[in-house]
């Protein structure tokens, strides 16, 4: 018999996958060219040459063992040393090896840093809308997810309400941006603030608050927008970077955190994080990808690409009639549904071979979220049924 808390997860699995297999089910029946399938933020454009070519010279001009071997569970010394380099130049930071771990991508780097961080009971608040699986690596450690209504005005973060729910069981705050599903990014106007209200409250409760800034977007900006580097902002900030998005490598699952010495109880923080790296099984971050980053880090996918899908998809929606906010970075469109009921609209998509994700799986009804990671293509054929799906909603 599986464990009381999965047959509960298993019961609320993630609409995102189940979509997923669900445009797999369709486009076997209609075609593919048929199914318009905009449920997973699965990155459609290449993986740049310098990934391959850097694949290729490790496994020919190296010895096996150091290729394919166990590490230090915080992963290679020179591949930390690389990337806090490369942090270092680009956001004026003062990082070393010490500060980095490399982890299985953002999600694994979530759990790791959750798990070092949080007693079971403790509150680790988000802004909706949020990313769905923030609910799964929060109860995983028995803690309590806290969700701070979406400001659907400009979707940057409500922060009377978050001023308000902070207590002293507040652990940590973790926010993402660029944002999935909106593609906003937090203003620097808006940091500063959030910034200012965490130090208050660290004063007021005598406790300490860690931020966790969730980073898998942080290159997929748009039209030169800044995206502040969170730790310039507030000392008790942890990154959780992710190559999955930047460098069109999900399955490869790599990435890492950030844990500078203005964190609070910083040695502890970074032992336990390695020790949570291998408890929590992953041992180590994959090997191989852990080199071919290291070689890869001013490499970039076309974001160009995904530029032409958001204008012609924004632009197209805005004149059927849709609402929505034009995103300034990765690759969603967060849409206000014509009716009120995101799932209902969801079910009359799926009947035009139109696949989205609703808006109450991110915390925020109402809305739904359309992943323009495909080819334009896919776009253009789908447009005549978004516009068909406005018009019978009126
Ligand atoms: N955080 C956010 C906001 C995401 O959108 C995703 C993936 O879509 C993740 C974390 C997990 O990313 P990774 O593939 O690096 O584990």
Known sequence: MIAEQMREQVKNSSIIRAMFEEGKRL??????????????????????????????????????????????????????AAIANSINLK??????????????????????????????????????????EYRNYVSNYQAKLVTISPNTLDFQPYLQEFQEKISLKTKAVIINSPNNPTGVIYSEATIIKLANILREKQKEFNSHIYLISDEPYRELAYDNTEVPYLSKYYENTIVAYSFSKSLSLPGERIGYLVIPDSVADHEDVVAAANIATRILGFVNAPSLFQRVIARCLDAKVDIDTYNRNRELLYQSLMSFGYECIKPQGAFYLFVKTPLDDDLEFCTRAKQKNILM?????????????????????????????????????K
């Open 27 to 80: 486009a076997e029946i209609h075609g593919a060219d048929k199914v318009f399938d905009f449920s997973l933020g699965n990155p459609n454009v290449a993986t740049p040459d310098s990934v391959k070519e850097a694949i290729l010279e490790i496994i020919n001009s190296e010895e096996p063992m150091s290729i394919h071997g166990y590490m230090n569970n915080s992963g290679y010394e020179e591949v930390r």
């Open 91 to 132: 956001f004026s930071t003062d990082f070393n090896q010490d500060h980095i771990i490399m982890t299985v991508g953002a999600a694994g780097g979530l759990n790791v840093i959750f798990k070092t961080l949080l007693n079971p009971g403790d509150e680790v608040i988000t802004f909706a809308p949020f990313f769905g």
């Open 357 to 393: 994700v609703p808006g109450t799986s991110f915390g925020c009804p109402g809305y739904v979220r359309i992943a323009y990671c495909v080819d334009s293509g896919t776009i253009e054929r789908a447009l005549p049924g978004f516009k068909e799906l406005i018009d019978e909603c």
